[in-house]
């Protein structure tokens, strides 16, 4: 059975855990959770840098490689890059988390391929696999208030609010969608994740 690459971006060290920009390192960690079997731990990894761990998400279900690049967001490509080619992944079953300024706070919509918008993770992810064309979760963090700068506004940890009524929602709602996408595939994943609420 096919193997999936399921990489959450994020910047590493505690400095930066509860950031904005770090919400697709989060549902990877949610992942974790779901494991089959209870908890994958993620581990450095020998071939790339990055945190990762081999699991089931369901009984039966393909393996999938859950991995969160221990680079910082403008470098975690050639993390991505490595796990890649070291389980010979191709980029149609790789699958990516990350935050979206563009996406109101809270929702989840998925895609293949398309530009970065900006966003210097996946900008280093398509130029280290040589390709734009992977699956991506997008997770909703909305624009800034006022006139606050972008770049500052995903480097500051989700309000309280947020953490309390957005952020657990989000990641559960993330982690659902790598499911979908796994199980059932984009379009009908879209279907379910894209409908109005």
């Known amino acids: 059975m096919d193997t999936w690459l399921v990489v959450g971006l994020g910047n590493p060290g505690p400095g930066y855990a509860g950031n904005r920009h770090n919400v697709g390192a989060m549902t990877v960690d949610e992942l974790a959770g779901r494991a089959v079997g209870g908890r994958a731990t993620l581990k450095a990894h020998k071939a790339a840098r990055a945190r990762?761990?081999?699991?089931?998400?369901?009984?039966?279900?393909?393996?999938?490689?859950?991995?969160?690049?221990?680079?910082?967001?403008?470098?975690?490509?050639?993390?991505?890059?490595?796990?890649?080619?070291?389980?010979?992944?191709?980029?149609?079953?790789?699958?990516?988390?990350?935050?979206?300024?563009?996406?109101?706070?809270?929702?989840?919509?998925?895609?293949?391929?398309?530009?970065?918008?900006?966003?210097?993770?996946?900008?280093s992810v398509s130029?280290?696999?040589?390709?734009?064309?992977?699956?991506?979760?997008?997770?909703?963090?909305?624009?800034?208030?006022?006139?606050?700068?972008?770049?500052?506004?995903?480097?500051?940890?989700?309000?309280?609010?947020?953490r309390t009524e957005v952020l657990p929602f989000l990641v559960d709602e993330g982690a659902d969608a790598v499911e979908a996408l796994i199980d059932v595939g984009l379009l009908d994943a879209q279907q379910r994740f894209h409908a109005p609420r």
Not at 80 to 98: F, N, Q, T, W
Not at 128 to 150: A, E, F, N
């Open 127 to 162: 130029r280290s696999i040589g390709t734009r064309d992977y699956l991506r979760v997008r997770l909703g963090i909305g624009r800034p208030p006022g006139r606050q700068d972008p770049a500052d506004f995903v480097l500051k940890d989700f309000s309280k609010a947020e």
């Open 52 to 123: 990762v761990a081999e699991a089931r998400l369901r009984v039966g279900g393909p393996k999938v490689v859950l991995a969160v690049p221990s680079l910082f967001m403008n470098e975690s490509g050639s993390a991505v890059a490595g796990l890649s080619k070291y389980y010979d992944v191709p980029a149609e079953r790789v699958i990516v988390l990350h935050d979206e300024l563009d996406i109101d706070a809270g929702l989840v919509r998925l895609k293949l391929g398309g530009g970065e918008g900006g966003h210097n993770g996946l900008r």
